[in-house]
């Protein structure tokens, strides 16, 4: 009786604890999102859209009733109403779920994780008001457009991935479409560098985006320490932490080098962002990056 | 018990283990501190990234060396180690614990008992069979040996002795002992007669061990008359370099009561240091002792008894002084007798009386004036001593010629008598050896002392008895009788050389000495003591101490002249008939010799006796080291870093647990204690009652005020704190809004100064509530014993006019309405000051209008404090009354306690409070 009487609330509660963050997020997305003026996104040229776009006079083949009725009654020549093709653009999400992710040297200990889903979500908020079909990499499903795609995104942002670095997927990427890959870099390079390659090939152009704690950028460990990396699996020894700040550190933009590269070669965009940073700054840059491809 | 040096280890089995440090040191070298785990998601950046100085791996010396410390200060604390490690505590002998006992024992007297407890508390843990005896008593049974643990029980009974032990008891203690023992004697540090003798029996018997507390001794040397006031010399023996003490002059006050009568304040370095005190004649006289002050020891105290007194003698001649030669002056002989001895005046008549003093001569007067006849009566019937002598003039006059004069002890017959004269028969007369009786006994009278003229006294019945010196054929030559308190001496013969040889001898100076008990110490004190037997009336104790000597043996002055303070003398006051002597424990030729010991005795100082544990010190150290390497480990592994406080906040608490010493808090001065006194009676209301010295009455005094403090707290808003008693004589006064002050009959009088405390303190608004506590038999008309304490205690107090409480007195109204203020009795008066009685009451006012000051002074007889009285846990501690009647007494006399409390916090307040209506009327328009 009374684990029945438990169970639903039970139930319950934790959906409830699960949810809780889906609406901040969507909320904090969606407030982020509005930042943005969103503009038009038109092809500059007619075809299928809801905007209109000319006037011209009908040509043998057009449908009778493709006819603007209206426009044709005030001359004695029949026009046909054209509206402006608006393509809608596929954009790829690739966001790091990974343990390495989780990483949070901060006093409110927001983790890069919390931060790439924010601008991710954010994006994907924009996009969709700017008619693009927007997809998750981890969800495995066509981008779409719509509220129901954007709570899909979210329930797949919120997940993570018991692995050290995230591997990003473009098998399914749409050709020509855009992609963004967010994360924080610092796993083995080759996968990304293959990934973004393949992603090339298929003409897809897109974004680097490098989310780092301050603390990667500082370093400020002393002493003796084993550094372990988030999900356990790999560890380092030191005596004197202090003495490897130096040479982490040259790895480190050696790193970021790579990463700039990568995206020259590739034609992609590519930026570094510390999760104590404005958010808002970052997905400006995202935004523009990924208009800048688009034409 | 393994001993090394000064150091001695309990369990030196665990001095092994210091054997494993090599090894440690080994092991701790090859463990460095333990690494912090860090959570780093860039860990792949880092690998392959390898430590420039590989030598960190193991930890650096300094920190090994640190941990060895604290495994070693840890190995070395659980050994057991102990500063100066009590010898002999392996035997299992019996043992002989001696104690000197002596008077210079009785400053460290509890400590030195403490040591022994504890050399007990040792033989009881080793099963010994101990015999303690003081030296100074020892038992007559000899030494005995009990068990050590019924010997602990008797040491309260030990108390040092105003004396230096007897060689020859001690040694007959000894012999009684049959056994091998070993001996621990604790000695005072001072030697006495034969001690090397009691020593060596002692080692006869087995080892002997020394304790000896190296300290001050100091005594206090005979005290001689000088020259405008006394001088002494104060005698050190031991360590401290200069060591200053003061030395007061006690006795009584003109009203009895033994007062510091002047006091000197030196520094006394080892040897003898000579004290010179300036005492006017006055207080000189009144001296009973000198003391040492805060050296509680028997030779540290200097009795004078009368040594010190010079009697005051007035000389009045018959004839005029002028023109005289000296030698024929009747006077001259007399003062070169008393010069030595008292202080002479002479003068006019009147003011000789006047100045009262000791001893009137009278040279040759036959007749006085009426009124000096009477005056001079009555100072002799007041213990008056006159002295008389004979002349021409008196031989010629009819004083005492039909009937004995008062101020004559015998009649005269007229004339008198020559013998050995050119017209006479005989020779002249000697003096026949006087007679046990005569105040003269045991005078050794000299050949050439001799009559030639005389006055005869009438043979009468009473003449035998009163005569105190005669010569060879019997005539009478001095004659005695008492006058009240004192007494009429008649010489026969002149006071100078005309009638008789005797004032050109010495034995005249001594007759004149025993009739004036005018000697001085040192002088011709044997031949006054010559046939004398003096009782001891107080006795020293060891801690300089005067105590009734009860039932004392007497001892005979031939005795007491060569006595030295011994158990069968003890240092004292003893008295004769008619003077007191003193025998003290410091004599003119007594020194302080330190006591010399032989290389066969094993010494034991007694500020390295007591067994100090170096466990805890050692353990304190091993926690130090611990947490100075915890504070290395920490910076070490980058947990505290250089530049936060926390290596300094934790090396501060380190230094703070190593030095932070309770000891450091010494007693604090007896300023600091009044101050304290005035902070705890200032920082809130507070009660006080006048400490009696009466326990019972101070505990029932206290617990009143509890239970009057605790019904005005719930009462009303005066929320008293704890009451304390007031100690008159030192404690301030003025912080206290009210003193109860209960009368007992064993309340000592007060000094000068307490009464003009207590003046300053009801002028300046204080309150004395006096409650007599007989309230059940005191009434008006009626003298009670508490009554009468009262006045007395109250003569010096500057009480205004009394009145029992009027009716419409404020006391009355102040917060409840009261017509009567019962305590434990009901209905014996309350006095207050009595109030202006300048406006007779107005029509239609219950009241008259009384705005003068508060009572200084409310007097009771209601025992208010025992109808007041809570128990901790808030009963009533003494039954009132009987029954509901009585709660309800109590409850009136809680009620005016409050009544009484309100009119001394708030004065004639509730009195202005008539003048209320009218006031808000005059507002109102």
């Not at chain 1, 009725?69 to 509206?83: A, M, P």
């Not at chain 1, 779409?144 to 954007?150: H, K, V």
């Not at chain 2, 006992?101 to 008992?113: H, I, K, L, R």
């Not at chain 2, 004149?512 to 009782?535: I, N, P, Y």
């Amino acid at each position: 009786m009374t684990d029945l009487a438990a169970y639903p609330s039970g139930l319950r509660a934790r959906a409830e604890e699960l949810a809780a963050p889906f609406p901040a997020l969507l909320a904090d997305a969606d407030q982020l999102a509005r930042t943005l003026m969103m503009g038009g996104h038109g092809r500059r040229r007619a075809g299928a859209g809801s905007e209109f776009w000319q006037y011209r006079p009908a040509q043998a083949g057009d449908a009778a009733r493709a006819i603007d009725w209206r426009r044709s009654g005030q001359s004695d020549v029949y026009f046909v109403r054209e509206k402006e093709w608006q393509a809608a653009q596929s954009v790829h999400f690739w966001c790091d779920l990974s343990k390495s992710m989780q990483f949070s040297s901060l006093e409110n200990s927001a983790t890069k994780h919390q931060y790439a889903a924010l601008l991710t979500l954010a994006l994907s908020i924009l996009l969709m008001n700017g008619g693009e079909r927007v997809a998750l990499d981890s969800l495995g499903t066509p981008p779409r457009i719509g509220g129901q795609q954007l709570r899909r995104i979210a329930e797949g942002l919120s997940t993570s991935q018991n692995v050290e670095n995230g591997v990003p997927d473009v098998s399914n990427f749409a050709p020509q479409s855009r992609a963004v890959f967010l994360s924080d870099f610092l796993g083995p390079i080759a996968p990304i560098e293959a990934a973004v390659a393949a992603a090339a090939d298929r003409g897809i152009g897109g974004v680097l985006f490098q989310i780092l704690d301050p603390a990667e950028e500082a370093f400020p460990y002393q002493g003796r320490t084993v550094f372990t990396s988030m999900a356990g699996s790999t560890s380092h020894e030191t005596l004197r932490a202090g003495d490897l700040k130096e040479r982490y550190l040259d790895r480190l933009s050696e790193r970021k080098a790579a990463l700039r590269s990568l995206a020259a070669q590739a034609g992609w965009q590519y930026s570094c962002q510390h999760t104590n940073a404005s958010a808002g700054a970052a997905l400006l840059w995202m935004f523009q990056a990924l208009e800048q491809g688009t034409r | 018990m393994w001993v090394l040096g000064p150091i001695g280890f309990a369990a030196p089995f665990l001095l092994w283990a210091l054997l494993i440090l090599p090894v440690l040191w080994l092991l701790l070298r090859a463990v460095p501190p333990a690494p912090k785990r860090q959570q780093f998601a860039a860990v792949f950046l880092l690998l392959g990234l390898d430590d420039k100085e590989a030598q960190a791996a193991r930890s650096p010396w300094w920190m090994t060396l640190l941990r060895m410390l604290a495994v070693a200060a840890l190995i070395v604390a659980f050994s057991g180690p102990v500063l100066n490690p009590q010898s002999g505590e392996d035997d299992d002998g019996p043992l002989i614990i001696l104690v000197d006992g002596t008077w210079a024992d009785a400053p460290v007297w509890s400590s030195q008992m403490a040591r022994v407890d504890e050399i007990l508390a040792q033989a009881d843990r080793s099963d010994r069979l101990v015999a303690v005896s003081v030296a100074t008593d020892t038992p007559a049974q000899g030494l005995t040996f009990k068990p050590a643990r019924m010997w602990r029980a008797d040491l309260v009974g030990f108390s040092p002795a105003p004396y230096v032990p007897d060689a020859d008891a001690l040694l007959r203690a000894i012999d009684v002992v049959d056994q091998e023992a070993s001996t621990l004697w604790v000695s005072s540090g001072l030697d006495y007669p034969r001690r090397l003798d009691v020593l060596a029996a002692l080692e006869r018997l087995g080892a002997v061990s020394v304790i000896e507390t190296p300290r001050n001794v100091l005594a206090l040397g005979p005290v001689m008359r000088a020259d405008g006031g006394v001088n002494a010399v104060v005698h050190s023996l031991g360590s401290a370099p200069d060591r200053e003490v003061t030395v007061s002059a006690i006795g009584p006050d003109p009203s009895g009561i033994e007062r510091v009568l002047g006091h000197v304040s030196l520094a006394v370095s080892a040897g003898a240091t000579p004290v010179e005190f300036a005492l006017r004649p006055e207080l000189r006289n009144r001296v009973t002792r000198f003391e040492i002050d805060k050296e509680p020891s028997a030779a540290a105290v200097q009795l004078v008894a009368d040594s010190l007194k010079r009697p005051k003698v007035a000389l009045i001649s018959g004839q005029s002084e002028g023109g005289d030669i000296d030698l024929l002056s009747p006077l001259h002989y007399l003062r070169a007798a008393f010069e030595q001895s008292s202080d002479i005046i002479e003068g006019t008549f009147d003011d000789l009386v006047a100045a009262n003093p000791d001893v009137i001569v009278l040279a040759d007067v036959a007749r006085l004036a009426g009124d000096e006849n009477a005056k001079l009566l009555e100072w002799t019937s007041k213990g008056g001593q006159l002295l008389r002598f004979a002349g021409e003039k008196l031989a010629a006059s009819d004083v005492a010629r039909d009937g004995i004069d008062p101020l004559m002890p015998v009649t005269l017959r007229a004339g008198g008598r020559s013998i050995g004269g050119a017209m006479s028969w005989g020779e002249p007369k000697l003096l026949r050896p006087f007679a046990e009786a005569s105040p003269f006994f045991g005078l050794e009278i000299p050949d050439d002392v001799a009559v030639t003229s005389q006055v005869l006294a009438q043979p009468e019945p009473e003449l035998a008895a009163r005569v105190i010196a005669t010569l060879a054929d019997g005539t009478p030559l001095v004659t005695r009788k008492t006058v009240g308190q004192g007494q009429v001496v008649l010489f026969h013969v002149t006071a100078n050389a005309q009638w008789s040889t005797l004032p050109l001898s010495g034995l005249f100076v001594s007759m004149l000495q025993r009739l004036t008990s005018a000697s001085s110490v040192g002088e011709a004190q044997d031949s006054d003591l010559q046939r004398q037997v003096l009782s001891p009336t107080l006795l020293l104790d060891g801690f300089g101490d005067l105590h009734d000597a009860g039932l004392s043996e007497p001892v005979s002055g031939e005795v007491f002249s060569n006595a030295s303070a011994s158990a069968k003398t003890p240092a004292g006051i003893y008295e004769t008939q008619d003077r007191a002597f003193a025998l003290n424990v410091f004599g003119p030729t007594s020194k302080l010799v330190a006591a010399q010991w032989p290389s066969s005795v094993e010494m034991i100082g007694a500020q390295n006796a007591a067994e100090v544990s170096l466990k805890p010190v050692l353990l304190m150290l091993a926690l130090a080291a611990l947490a100075l390497d915890l504070l290395a480990v920490l910076m070490l592994t980058g947990r505290v870093t250089y530049k936060g406080a926390a290596p300094l906040f934790i090396a501060g608490c380190v230094f703070a647990m190593g030095v932070s010493n309770p000891n450091i808090l010494l007693a604090q001065s007896a300023g600091a204690q009044q101050d304290a006194f005035l902070q705890a009676a200032s920082s809130e209301l507070t009660l006080a009652y006048v400490l009696t010295g009466d326990k019972a009455v101070d505990d029932v005094s206290r617990q009143g005020l509890v239970g009057l403090s605790q019904a005005l707290a719930a009462r009303t808003s005066v929320e008293p704190a704890v009451p304390m008693g007031v100690n008159l004589e030192t404690d301030p006064l003025g912080v206290f809004p009210i003193l109860y002050w209960p009368i007992t009959l064993s309340q000592p009088p007060l000094s000068a100064q307490s009464y003009s405390k207590l003046n300053a303190y009801m002028r300046s608004g204080g309150m004395l509530f006096f409650d007599t506590r007989d309230g059940d038999i005191s009434g008006f008309g009626q003298a009670t014993p508490l009554g009468t304490k009262l006045r007395d205690i109250a003569y010096a107090l500057d009480v205004p006019p009394l009145e029992p409480v009027p009716q419409d007195h404020v006391l009355t109204r102040s917060f409840y309405l009261l017509d009567a203020f019962p305590g434990r009795y009901v209905g014996a008066d309350v006095w207050l000051q009595k109030s202006f009685d300048q406006e007779p009451s107005s029509e239609g006012m219950p009241f008259r209008n009384l705005n003068d000051n508060v009572s200084p002074v409310i007097i009771g007889a209601n025992d208010w404090a025992s109808a007041w009285a809570v128990t901790e846990d808030g009963r009533a501690l003494r039954p009132v009354g009987s029954g509901y009647v009585g709660e309800q007494q109590r409850e009136m006399a809680y009620r005016f306690g409050i009544n009484l409390m309100m009119y001394v916090l708030t004065g004639s307040y509730k009195s202005d409070q008539v003048h209320v209506p009218a006031l808000l009327e005059r507002l109102g328009e």
